[in-house]
């Protein structure tokens, strides 16, 4: 079974969170981190169809968030 870690990032500008992987391609984007990854579990066995490879996989989250603090 195929795994992908799925890498997810603040825009602190735009306040929201989007997730990346280059190999599935992938560009999601929600306000909320837990809506971003439900939505990233749903897209990705289609994504993946349609890039000729097998739906079934194990998907690994990375997020990152970078806040200034004075």
Known sequence: MEEYTIT????NDA???YATNDEIPMM???ESIDALIER????????LEMNGRTP???L????ERK???A
Do not use: M, Q, Y
């Open 8 to 11: 997810l990032f603040w825009d």
């Open 15 to 17: 306040g929201i969170w």
């Open 28 to 30: 999601l984007e929600s």
């Open 40 to 47: 990233a579990k749903l897209a990705t066995p289609e994504l």
């Open 56 to 58: 079934r996989c194990i």
């Open 60 to 63: 690994h989250f990375v997020a």
């Open 67 to 69: 806040d200034e603090v």
